[in-house]
């Protein structure tokens, strides 16, 4: 008799449990969502933060994080005799150089605009004869045909240079045989330094009008743009630190290159010191010259207080050489900033300034050397004159 009301109990009881459940599932479900919904919208306001409010702000901090130190050459001592006559001094001298900090909408572009501003300025130093810095170990042979320059561990270490290998023992046998024209053809190709195109397609006509590039080069002008091209991927990653296309310029050139500055992005002129010498040939034995220090100077220095870096112009022979810690200064510093490619940005700080070498005395006299040297050069001049017979043939027992 009892047994429906029990049963209809037990269904309310567990009615009433579902929808407690239910209930808790709910407002657990609600909190969830609104959670999620805080975290979005504190998600949107750090965004509008960012990329709105501060966008600008945060753009250029970031592209002022890097910092770079660069050093300014020193000018070497100069050299005197007794008398306090000049032997050797430093000539200020003007120079083209060239950086690839540009900043360019696609690769092809990139390419582009580096042939033709190294080729428009090119044609200039030609024109107006000035030497052309020589980037790659490879020269053009009296027969017409690329050949290379340099001893042999030159070269290994330009052939490790050029397909990125850290040591030379790590090219391939196909890499260390490569002939200069087989080098010559893989540094043109649309994959490397791209004269001719990029990645599949050649260049069309309407790019090479709107670019200022020919059609076929020679071969000097392959040799010369490859070069430079070679020489700025050696500072792909200090795009700051500018590459040489040309020394001790002319006025002209200086001119050209300051009047076409709009349209030549990343060409620039620079200051160097040129080393000269007085006396001529009566000196050349005493004084010797100098020279970019070699890996072998560069660890023979390692002790010196003058900071040596690969980049040091060192005394290669003579009293250059004998006086070299006394000649050598100390270089000067700058710090810049410089953004995620490598290009300047803000204000440039002086850390220190260049100081000079010191100046030496000889005890040679200028004069008297000289007067000395062309007494010594008529006797020879003499004895070989006494000694010359005018005879198609003669007697080559009495030898």
């Given at each position: ?195 001719y195109g990029q990645g599949k397609r050649s260049y069309s ?195």
């Amino acid at each position: 008799m009892f047994l429906p009301e029990k049963k209809g109990k037990a269904q309310s009881l567990s009615s009433r449990i579902l929808h407690r459940i239910k209930k808790s599932q709910n407002t657990r479900l609600f909190a969830l969502i609104l959670v999620f919904a805080v975290l979005f919208s504190f998600l949107l306001h750090r965004l509008w933060e960012l990329q709105i409010v501060n966008g600008q702000k945060y753009a250029r901090d970031y592209e002022l994080k890097v910092t770079k130190t660069v050093r300014d050459r020193n000018a070497r001592g100069m050299i005197y005799d007794r008398n306090g006559e000049v032997l050797a001094y430093n000539e200020l001298i003007y120079t083209v150089t060239m950086t690839d900090d540009g900043v360019y909408d696609s690769q092809r572009e990139h390419q582009l605009a580096l042939n033709s501003m190294i080729y428009r300025v090119l044609k200039k130093l030609e024109k107006n004869q000035e030497e052309i810095a020589q980037g790659l170990n490879i020269t053009v042979g009296s027969g017409g045909n690329y050949e290379y320059t340099g001893t042999e561990t030159e070269l290994l270490r330009f052939r490790a240079d050029v397909f990125g290998k850290a040591n030379p023992e790590d090219l391939t046998a196909e890499q260390k045989e490569m002939s200069a024209e087989e080098m010559v053809q893989f540094l043109s190709d649309n994959r490397k330094f791209a004269l001719y195109g990029q990645g599949k397609r050649s260049y069309s006509k309407e790019e090479l009008q709107e670019y200022g590039l020919p059609k076929e080069y020679s071969k000097e002008e392959i040799l010369a743009i490859l070069g430079i091209r070679y020489l700025l991927s050696l500072n792909s990653y200090k795009k700051y630190v500018p590459v040489v296309l040309a020394r001790d310029v002319s006025e002209q050139t200086v001119a050209y290159v300051f009047e076409n500055q709009p349209s030549l992005p990343g060409i620039s002129i620079g200051e160097e010191w040129n080393r000269m010498y007085e006396g001529g040939e009566a000196f050349s034995h005493i004084l010797g010259y100098t020279g970019k220090i070699s890996p072998e100077e560069l660890e023979k220095y390692e002790n010196s207080d003058r900071e040596y870096t690969a980049d040091s112009v060192v005394g290669k022979a003579g009293m250059e050489q004998r006086l070299e810690e006394q000649l050598q200064g100390i270089d000067g510093e700058r710090r810049i900033m410089v953004n995620n490619v490598g290009k300047i940005v803000g204000q440039e700080q002086v850390i220190r300034e260049a100081e000079s070498g010191r100046d030496v005395y000889l005890s040679i006299d200028k004069e008297l050397q000289i007067a000395i040297y062309h007494i010594l050069e008529q006797n020879l001049a003499g004895i070989l004159a006494g000694n010359l017979i005018n005879e198609k043939e003669f007697d080559k027992s009495v030898l």
